[in-house]
């Protein structure tokens, strides 16, 4: 048990839709990371979070938004689903600094029909 | 930019057979290397890590050493079991600036036959 929890664990729509998905970060670490895992594109990093505040963005598309709540929950938000937003998508967290790994939920798998 | 290249799988091996995963990285400034595994039906696990040049990491028999000469970070296990298949990913994370996000090889599928 890596002590991050995500839900749901899975969820299927359907396109043009909007969900949010949901992460609590292990107790004590202020990083919450989203991750979405692919068959095209494999693991990408979409969005960081530190202590609330947005620190870093990867390949995260415009429909998507996240954020980190005062008690370190994020949720990620993906609005006018497409068939291509079918995956994987997973949260991390960790202490903060490079050297720290982060530890993974268990994903939710999100399908669009 | 940062990249991460892993060997094409899947690798099939049998049992009490040698495994060397191969990871190779290109990174600006210094980063931290990591191995992570993720069996079927689950989440990524963090198996080993190594923080600076010429560190080994490992766990579970599992082994790797931060090459910086060779920009590699070889998985190696002297005798697999069943219980290994599952995917590996080679990872980096940045030290040098605020942006902590792993980047990741694309995964080498490994099956170990009985």
């Known amino acids: 048990d890596s002590g991050v929890t995500q839900t749901p664990k899975h969820l299927i729509t359907a396109t043009g839709q909007r969900v949010t998905l949901r992460c609590s970060p292990r107790s004590g670490d202020l990083s919450v990371y989203w991750y979405q895992q692919s068959l095209d594109q494999g693991l990408q990093f979409l969005i960081q979070y530190y202590n609330g505040e947005e620190r870093a963005k990867g390949n995260i598309l415009e429909r998507f938004s996240a954020q980190q709540f005062p008690d370190l929950h994020s949720e990620l938000n993906l609005s006018s689903l497409e068939l291509g937003d079918s995956a994987l998508y997973f949260c991390a967290s960790s202490v903060g600094t490079a050297s720290q790994p982060q530890h993974f939920g268990d994903g939710t798998r999100l399908s669009i029909l | 930019g940062n990249s991460v290249t892993q060997m094409e799988g899947p690798v099939t091996l049998s049992e009490e057979a040698f495994l060397t995963i191969n990871c190779t990285y290109t990174?600006?400034?210094?980063?931290?290397l990591f191995w992570y595994v993720q069996y079927p039906g689950e989440g990524l696990q963090l198996l080993l890590k190594?923080?600076?040049?010429?560190d080994k990491g490992s766990n579970k028999g599992f082994e790797a050493t931060y090459r910086k000469e060779t920009t590699s970070f070889h998985l190696e296990k002297g005798s697999v079991q069943v219980s290994d298949s599952a995917v590996y990913f080679c990872a980096l994370s940045r030290r040098d600036t605020g942006r902590r996000a792993l980047t990741f090889g694309s995964g080498t599928r490994l099956q170990v036959q009985p």
């Open positions: 990174a600006t400034g210094y980063p931290s």
């Open positions: 190594a923080t600076k040049a010429d």
